[in-house]
C-alpha cells in the first residue's frame, strides 16, 4: 500500500541554505487568475505540493526503509503526514482521492484555486498536486482558441521517443472531479499510468482529437514544462503568437474579416479576442478561431492530432464515482458500475447557483454519453 507523509510549514519560512517551504498562491501567476491568456499554462512550483487556496505548501517524496513511498517535509524538526493534515481539514485523505493527470494550467496553484472557488467553501480548495515524468510524450501548444491563447495538448509522436516530461498528478475529491468535469467537457476520459519514485498510478487525462500547432511540419514544446531528452523546438504562448501572427496568410486572412487585429502581435489577438462576446447566440470568436485555424491547416501549420490508443480506455466519466480513488486502485479495482447521476457527488456547496449549474451540465453530458441509455424523467405531473 502507497504511503503518503508530509510535512508541512504554517508559517513561510526561508533560508539560505534551504528551498522555500510555503508560498502563497498568489506567488503563480496564471491565465486564470490573473485575466491574462498570455500567462497560460500558468507558472509552477519547482516540486510537488498541497494548496489549500491559499498556501502553497513543498512536498518531497522518497522511499523509506521498507519501500515505502512517502512524501514529506520537515519544518524545526516536525512532522506532519499528509492524511493527517487532511483530516485535520475535515476533507478526504489521499486513498478516497481520484488521481487526474495534470498537464496544462490544472498544474498551477492559482489556476486550481480559481476554478475550485465556486464551490464557496474553503475546504473543496485543497488538492495535493505531486509531480511525475512521463515518457514517449511531450506537451505542446494547441492552435489558438476561443480565449485567444494556444493551450497544453499531451503528444505522443516520433519526435517524442526520447522525451520523459514532467507531468502532475492533482489527486481530487469527487465533487473537485465534477467540478474539473465540466470545464473539460469537450474531451473524453482516458487513463494512463505514471511512475511516481517507481510507483505506478492510474491517472485520468482529457483526451480528444486536437488541433496542434507546427513549426516547421513539426509541434512545439511549452518551453515552461520542464523535459528531458527534447528533441522539439520550444516557445512561450507570447512567442508562439507572435510567430503565428507574422505569417503572412494569417495576416490576409485577419483583415478580410477584422482588420482591426490584423498586423498586431501576440497581444493585439488575445486582446481582440477577448473583447469578443462569448454568449451562445453569439458566433464572433468562434469565427475568429475558425479563421485562424482554418489558414494554419490550410498552409500546414496546424494538424489534428491525438494520443494513439487514447481511446481505448475511455472512460464512462460524467459521474466520477464511476472512477477508481487511490484506495480502490490499490485492492486493484480499476472501474466502478454506478448507475445514478451525480447528485450525490455535490456536498454543501455555499453558491447554490453554481452547484446546480455543474449538475444541470454534468447530467446533460452523462445522458448524452450514454446514446440513449439513459433519459432525464421529467418531475412535472402530466396535464390532465
Given at each position: 500500500?502507497?504511503?503518503?507523509?508530509?510535512?508541512?510549514?504554517?508559517?513561510?519560512?526561508?533560508s539560505t541554505e534551504t528551498a522555500v517551504l510555503q508560498e502563497k498562491v498568489s506567488d503563480y501567476p496564471s491565465a486564470s487568475a490573473n485575466k491574462d491568456p498570455l500567462l497560460y499554462p500558468g507558472?509552477?512550483?519547482?516540486?510537488?505540493?498541497?494548496?489549500?487556496?491559499?498556501?502553497?505548501?513543498?512536498?518531497?517524496?522518497?522511499?523509506?526503509?521498507?519501500?515505502?513511498?512517502?512524501?514529506?517535509?520537515?519544518?524545526?524538526?516536525?512532522?506532519?503526514?499528509?492524511?493527517?493534515?487532511?483530516?485535520?481539514q475535515g476533507v478526504p485523505t489521499?486513498?478516497?482521492?481520484?488521481?487526474?493527470?495534470?498537464?496544462?494550467?490544472?498544474?498551477?496553484?492559482?489556476?486550481?484555486?480559481?476554478?475550485?472557488?465556486?464551490?464557496?467553501?474553503?475546504?473543496?480548495?485543497?488538492?495535493?498536486?505531486?509531480?511525475?515524468?512521463?515518457?514517449?510524450?511531450?506537451i505542446v501548444w494547441s492552435?489558438?482558441?476561443?480565449?485567444?491563447?494556444?493551450?497544453a495538448i499531451l503528444y505522443e509522436g516520433e519526435e517524442t521517443k526520447n522525451t520523459d516530461v514532467q507531468v502532475a498528478i492533482n489527486f481530487l475529491t469527487p465533487e473537485q472531479v465534477l467540478v474539473m468535469h465540466q470545464s473539460e467537457m469537450t474531451y473524453d476520459l482516458s487513463s494512463v499510468d505514471v511512475g511516481v519514485d517507481g510507483q505506478m498510478i492510474r491517472s485520468f487525462y482529457y483526451a480528444g482529437r486536437n488541433n496542434i500547432y507546427l513549426r516547421d511540419g513539426h509541434?512545439?514544446?511549452?518551453?515552461?514544462?520542464?523535459?528531458?531528452?527534447?528533441?522539439?523546438?520550444a516557445s512561450s504562448a507570447t512567442s508562439l503568437l507572435d510567430e503565428m501572427m507574422d505569417k503572412p496568410e494569417i495576416q490576409e486572412a485577419l483583415t478580410k474579416t477584422y482588420p482591426d487585429v490584423s498586423g498586431g502581435n501576440a497581444r493585439t489577438y488575445v486582446d481582440f479576442a477577448k473583447s469578443l462576446p462569448l454568449a451562445k447566440d453569439s458566433t464572433d470568436r468562434q469565427t475568429l478561431k475558425s479563421?485562424?485555424?482554418?489558414?494554419l491547416n490550410e498552409h500546414e501549420n496546424a494538424r489534428f492530432a491525438e494520443i494513439k490508443d487514447?481511446?481505448?480506455?475511455?472512460?464512462?466519466?460524467?459521474?466520477?464515482?464511476?472512477?477508481?480513488?487511490?484506495?480502490?486502485?490499490?485492492?486493484?479495482?480499476?472501474?466502478?458500475?454506478?448507475?445514478?447521476?451525480?447528485?450525490?457527488?455535490?456536498?454543501?456547496?455555499?453558491?447554490r447557483d453554481a452547484r446546480a449549474?455543474?449538475?444541470?451540465?454534468?447530467?446533460?453530458?452523462?445522458?448524452?454519453?450514454?446514446?440513449?441509455?439513459?433519459?432525464?424523467?421529467?418531475?412535472?405531473?402530466?396535464k390532465k
Amino acid at each position: 500500500m502507497i504511503q503518503f507523509k508530509v510535512s508541512m510549514s504554517h508559517e513561510k519560512e526561508t533560508s539560505t541554505e534551504t528551498a522555500v517551504l510555503q508560498e502563497k498562491v498568489s506567488d503563480y501567476p496564471s491565465a486564470s487568475a490573473n485575466k491574462d491568456p498570455l500567462l497560460y499554462p500558468g507558472e509552477r512550483p519547482e516540486s510537488s505540493y498541497l494548496t489549500d487556496g491559499e498556501a502553497v505548501y513543498m512536498v518531497d517524496s522518497h522511499h523509506d526503509d521498507e519501500g515505502k513511498l512517502v512524501f514529506e517535509m520537515t519544518v524545526n524538526g516536525e512532522t506532519i503526514t499528509m492524511n493527517d493534515y487532511l483530516l485535520e481539514q475535515g476533507v478526504p485523505t489521499m486513498e478516497e482521492r481520484i488521481p487526474i493527470l495534470a498537464f496544462g494550467a490544472n498544474v498551477s496553484p492559482s489556476s486550481i484555486a480559481t476554478k475550485f472557488a465556486k464551490v464557496g467553501r474553503p475546504n473543496a480548495l485543497i488538492v495535493p498536486t505531486i509531480y511525475a515524468k512521463l515518457p514517449g510524450k511531450d506537451i505542446v501548444w494547441s492552435s489558438p482558441g476561443l480565449t485567444g491563447n494556444p493551450v497544453a495538448i499531451l503528444y505522443e509522436g516520433e519526435e517524442t521517443k526520447n522525451t520523459d516530461v514532467q507531468v502532475a498528478i492533482n489527486f481530487l475529491t469527487p465533487e473537485q472531479v465534477l467540478v474539473m468535469h465540466q470545464s473539460e467537457m469537450t474531451y473524453d476520459l482516458s487513463s494512463v499510468d505514471v511512475g511516481v519514485d517507481g510507483q505506478m498510478i492510474r491517472s485520468f487525462y482529457y483526451a480528444g482529437r486536437n488541433n496542434i500547432y507546427l513549426r516547421d511540419g513539426h509541434p512545439v514544446a511549452i518551453a515552461s514544462i520542464p523535459a528531458e531528452g527534447r528533441d522539439l523546438s520550444a516557445s512561450s504562448a507570447t512567442s508562439l503568437l507572435d510567430e503565428m501572427m507574422d505569417k503572412p496568410e494569417i495576416q490576409e486572412a485577419l483583415t478580410k474579416t477584422y482588420p482591426d487585429v490584423s498586423g498586431g502581435n501576440a497581444r493585439t489577438y488575445v486582446d481582440f479576442a477577448k473583447s469578443l462576446p462569448l454568449a451562445k447566440d453569439s458566433t464572433d470568436r468562434q469565427t475568429l478561431k475558425s479563421i485562424v485555424v482554418n489558414t494554419l491547416n490550410e498552409h500546414e501549420n496546424a494538424r489534428f492530432a491525438e494520443i494513439k490508443d487514447a481511446f481505448e480506455t475511455r472512460q464512462s466519466w460524467a459521474n466520477p464515482s464511476t472512477l477508481p480513488t487511490l484506495g480502490d486502485q490499490q485492492e486493484g479495482i480499476l472501474h466502478k458500475d454506478v448507475y445514478r447521476l451525480p447528485s450525490q457527488e455535490l456536498s454543501n456547496w455555499a453558491n447554490r447557483d453554481a452547484r446546480a449549474t455543474t449538475l444541470r451540465s454534468m447530467t446533460g453530458h452523462l445522458i448524452r454519453m450514454s446514446g440513449g441509455a439513459l433519459k432525464l424523467a421529467s418531475d412535472k405531473t402530466p396535464k390532465k
